[in-house]
């Protein structure tokens, strides 16, 4: 059950509200987020809501089946949007393009990939600058100074910033320089990361597990959710299968199920999503075809010279490909009301 409290409420109301939910045998959790207040109760009893519905200072109230409460669609019928502000925004109705190379290199690329995006349209870029590698040899990012030059060119030109946070005490000197905060694959279980999210107001992208079920990835956004942050993405980027002629298999099945569970914006990462550049096009679009609210995917002005990743990257002229097709695509989709 969910209490959707009302904005202000003193603290004997609610005090009496948790009293009256305590009787009925349910465990109540205090959730604070950027605009709400929330009671999130936990009990195996049925309780009629009314008797709830009527105290002083609750605004609404809901019951839950789902273990992820929080993040569920059977409270919160009403997509989320997740506006970024100068008009970009991330949610249903609308597609979010995301590209950019799977590391930040240097300023001469960075500066041209951002002339590439302001061509083409798109408002996002993608970027890391701390970097997991499976080998500890490869290329691991360009640190917080990499960051700073990354901001610097994109605000200029007025493109947004997500890029990957690796651990907890990266999230404060990150926090000036990025515009959504992405948890990588291999950190999606990293609880003590994703509760740290939950306290900042920026946007989380949390991106599936490299073996990790739908439910698995919906428990994770639920920890942010509950930490008190309402703006979180989830993302399909592929998962570990006993399949080898592809990095991963893209679960195209993922996309709906994920818009049916929860109200949250749903993107689509095509690039480790099968990890092969001839293919990242149209795993794209089938990713779009199938509900999504975006793409991420890697690009470079020479994917060769890509200090990582380069087998999955795309070129600038392939980039402005996707974005072509990825925006038909998304056209054609909303014309069939799919």
């Known amino acids: 059950m969910i209490v959707h409290l009302e904005q202000g409420i003193n603290d004997h109301a609610k005090q009496g509200i948790i009293a009256t939910i305590t009787e009925a045998g349910f465990k109540t959790n205090e959730v604070k987020t950027q605009s709400a207040h929330y009671l999130v109760c936990i009990g195996s009893r049925d309780v009629d809501l009314r008797r709830v519905g009527y105290l002083q200072g609750v605004k609404d109230v809901f019951h839950i089946s789902d273990a992820y409460k929080l993040v569920s669609r059977k409270w ?43 061509e083409q349209g798109v408002r996002m870029m993608r970027g890391g600058v701390f970097k997991p590698r499976s080998s500890p040899y490869a290329f691991r990012g360009s640190g917080i100074e990499g ?20 651990e907890i005490s990266q999230i404060e000197p990150m926090y000036p320089y990025i515009d959504v905060f992405q948890v990588g694959a291999r950190n999606s279980l990293n609880f003590n990361l994703l509760d740290a999210l939950g306290s900042t107001d920026k946007p989380v992208m949390i991106k599936r597990g490299i073996s990790g079920t739908i439910e698995e990835l919906l428990y994770s956004a639920e920890y942010v959710f509950s930490g008190g942050n309402e703006k979180v993405i989830l993302c399909e980027r592929g998962i570990r299968t006993f399949e080898r002629a592809a990095r991963n298999t893209f679960d195209v099945n993922a996309i709906p199920i994920l818009k049916d569970k929860s109200h949250l914006p749903v993107v689509v990462d095509p690039s480790h999503g099968v990890g092969i550049r001839e293919y990242v096009i149209p795993i794209a679009l089938a990713g779009v075809i199938a509900g999504a609210d975006g793409v991420i995917a890697e690009i470079h002005e020479r994917p060769e010279e890509a200090l990582s990743d380069s087998q999955q990257t795309l070129s600038f002229q392939e980039s402005a490909m996707l974005i072509n097709r990825v925006r038909k695509t998304f056209d054609l989709r909303q014309s069939f009301n799919v």
Do not use: W, Y
């Open 147 to 166: 960051l700073k030059m990354f901001h610097a060119i994109c605000k200029e030109h007025g493109i947004k910033i997500i890029t990957e946070v690796m």
């Open 76 to 118: 919160r019928v009403e997509p989320t949007s997740i506006d970024l502000g100068d008009g970009v925004r991330i949610g249903e109705g609308s597609m979010a393009i995301m590209l950019g190379p799977c590391s930040i290199e240097n300023e001469e690329k960075t500066l041209h990939t951002v002339q590439h995006l302001k």
